[in-house]
């Protein structure tokens, strides 16, 4: 039994950031299934994990973190080689602008409108709004625009080595790359494509992908 135990669904985008997280890191944890498309996060059991129905939450040491921000500033704290977080002050709030970015406007905007319609409401068997798709597209180029400023010129989001921004940002962009309309406006930046092309290939993201989506995009 491993000293972390990793509470949440492979589809889940943020789930997947912390499982990159930890592959990255080099340490081991257990996973138990909560799906959020079956309503299983507002179990008694799993509210009393995370007070909000979502996940991921992990349990160590007797105590139990929610909020994948704070996870990250855990396993960073706890095991900080490779590091993931910049040392550089002006690196480091970058950083966590981007978070608030990613977290607060595109998560909303690339999950909750264009991939939840055009990836899972099919999943699920329900309709397709094409209204909501169509009003989410500018907003997504506009977010794929404010990427291409710092990937026109560096690797990833934050000067210097991999950070924890792009392993928040991958699962994000996964399902986007799912979707013809998201194929279509990565065409047109190519320091975005670059970074996807990067990321996509780090071990960390090949064995996480979702296995219902294996075959996917």
């Given at each position: 039994?491993?000293?972390?135990?990793?509470?949440?669904?492979?589809?889940?985008?943020?789930?997947?950031?912390?499982?990159?997280?930890?592959?990255?890191?080099?340490?081991?944890y257990d996973q138990v299934p909560v799906?959020?498309?079956?309503?299983?996060?507002?179990?008694?059991e799993h509210l009393r994990r995370h007070?909000?129905?979502?996940?991921?939450?992990?349990?160590?040491?007797?105590?139990?973190?929610?909020?994948?921000?704070?996870?990250?500033?855990?396993?960073?704290?706890?095991?900080?080689?490779?590091?993931?977080?910049?040392?550089?002050?002006?690196?480091?709030?970058?950083?966590?602008?981007?978070?608030?970015?990613?977290?607060?406007?595109?998560?909303?905007?690339?999950?909750?409108?264009?991939?939840?319609?055009?990836?899972?409401?099919?999943?699920?068997?329900?309709?397709?709004?094409?209204?909501?798709?169509?009003?989410?597209?500018?907003?997504?180029?506009?977010?794929?625009?404010?990427?291409?400023?710092?990937?026109?010129?560096?690797?990833?989001?934050?000067?210097?080595?991999?950070?924890?921004?792009?392993?928040?940002?991958?699962?994000?962009?996964?399902?986007?790359?799912?979707?013809?309309?998201?194929?279509?406006?990565?065409?047109?930046?190519?320091?975005?494509?670059?970074?996807?092309?990067?990321?996509?290939?780090?071990?960390?993201?090949?064995?996480?992908?979702?296995?219902r989506f294996r075959t996917s995009g």
């Amino acid at each position: 039994m491993s000293d972390f135990v990793l509470y949440g669904f492979d589809g889940s985008t943020y789930v997947r950031t912390v499982r990159m997280l930890f592959l990255e890191k080099g340490v081991t944890y257990d996973q138990v299934p909560v799906d959020v498309l079956k309503g299983e996060t507002h179990s008694p059991e799993h509210l009393r994990r995370h007070p909000f129905g979502k996940v991921p939450a992990l349990e160590t040491g007797g105590r139990i973190l929610y909020e994948t921000d704070a996870i990250a500033e855990f396993l960073e704290g706890h095991f900080p080689s490779p590091a993931l977080v910049p040392r550089q002050l002006d690196d480091r709030v970058d950083m966590r602008q981007w978070a608030a970015v990613i977290n607060n406007y595109y998560y909303q905007t690339m999950i909750g409108e264009l991939a939840w319609q055009r990836v899972i409401n099919p999943l699920l068997q329900r309709p397709v709004d094409e209204i909501v798709i169509a009003a989410a597209l500018p907003k997504v180029r506009h977010q794929f625009s404010l990427l291409e400023q710092p990937l026109a010129t560096r690797t990833w989001l934050v000067a210097g080595p991999v950070s924890y921004v792009d392993f928040l940002l991958a699962p994000i962009m996964a399902y986007v790359m799912m979707t013809p309309e998201g194929r279509e406006i990565m065409a047109d930046f190519p320091g975005v494509q670059r970074w996807w092309d990067n990321i996509r290939q780090r071990e960390s993201f090949e064995r996480t992908i979702p296995e219902r989506f294996r075959t996917s995009g």
